[in-house]
């Protein structure tokens, strides 16, 4: 059973950093593309950066662009992302996801061609 177990979120300013993690078991981690994305009540799902299985490759989302890294440690079997110049319009629950497929050199920015999700991790930022 695939388990996707997101931390690090919490409270910061507008300016401010945070480092999410996510912790990955059941899975064949180097095997997998992951991602993060974003969800706010009343919001669709947005697609934040994505990391494929070399760590050769990342792809973000438009507004967060600069501002965001992804990066992977596969023997730790674990996804972080790290958040800067963090703006209120960032606050969201940022959920881990995995792709098993192989895809070649593309990397999926839609939430229906990943398989497995994390419950999230709440993140505030403040005016």
């Known amino acids: 059973q695939v388990q996707l177990v997101e931390s690090g979120g919490g409270f910061v300013q507008t300016g401010g950093s945070l480092r999410l993690t996510c912790v990955a078991s059941?899975?064949?981690?180097?095997?997998?593309?992951m991602a993060w994305f974003r969800q706010t009540p009343g919001k669709e799902r947005e697609f934040v950066a994505a990391?494929?299985?070399?760590?050769?490759?990342?792809v973000f989302g438009d507004s967060v662009k600069g501002r965001f890294t992804i990066s992977r440690d596969d023997a730790k079997n674990t996804v972080y992302l790290q958040l800067k110049s963090l703006h209120p319009e960032d606050t969201a629950v940022y959920h881990c996801?995995?792709?098993?497929?192989?895809?070649?050199?593309?990397?999926?920015?839609?939430?229906?061609?990943?398989?497995?999700w994390g419950q999230g991790t709440q993140v505030n930022v403040s005016s």
């Open positions: 996801t995995a792709d098993p497929s192989w895809r070649g050199d593309y990397i999926p920015r839609s939430g229906v061609e990943y398989d497995s």
């Open positions: 059941g899975l064949t981690f180097n095997r997998n593309t």
């Open positions: 990391v494929s299985r070399s760590g050769s490759t990342t």
